[in-house]
């Protein structure tokens, strides 16, 4: 069977990675499992365990960094996320195309594990904003942080827009759904290219 795609999608933190995930993800025919990341932050209103995340304390997180459980793991505005490697190669082992939705840093430690090990079967795909005011306004209404964090994702934003050119596709992130829908092209191009 062929192995499948990875797919990462990042860009800085209030872009809507997860609203243009959730999107990409009620589309069937590109046969997309969501990788899972694992992460020490306290769950948001409406999120799930084993859903959007493995929420786990500081300590079990370590473990899993120093058994070198993760595929990448990356600490931000002072919680630690990071990517379960058992999972993600399970998932495409079984032909599924990997969503990975994560942060610029941990996407950094990815590509660099793919060229690493001559993995070919990737997709690097960052999302921007409209303009930093548009990011600001959309951190802003999750009303779930304190104004320093807000302060701090938009700091951290302004230097990871610059990584942009280390992807494969930059996509703009005006209308969610017109987002989701060019990635969407994008990803068949790429599923169609590797079956040929």
Known sequence: MEKGLLIIISGPSGVGKGAVRRILMEDK??????SISMTTRP?????????????VDEATFNQHV??????????????????????VNQLRSEGKNVLLEIE????KQVLAKCQEDGDSNLVSIFLIPPSM????????????????????????????????????????NDIVTRA??????????EIAKRSV
Do not use: C, W
């Open 29 to 34: 025919s590109l046969d997309l499992a969501y």
């Open 43 to 55: 769950m948001r209103k409406l999120e799930q365990e084993g859903v959007d995340y493995f929420f």
């Open 66 to 87: 120093a058994a070198g459980d993760l595929l990448e793991h990356a600490s931000f505005v002072g919680n630690q996320y990071g990517t379960p490697k058992a999972y």
């Open 104 to 107: 610029v840093q941990g996407a």
């Open 133 to 172: 005011a548009a990011l600001e306004k959309r951190i802003r209404k999750r009303r779930t942080e304190p104004e320093e964090i807000i302060q701090a994702r938009l700091k951290k934003a302004r230097s990871e827009l610059s990584d942009k050119y280390n992807y494969q596709y930059i996509v703009l």
């Open 180 to 189: 989701a829908d060019e990635i969407k092209d994008i990803l068949k191009n």
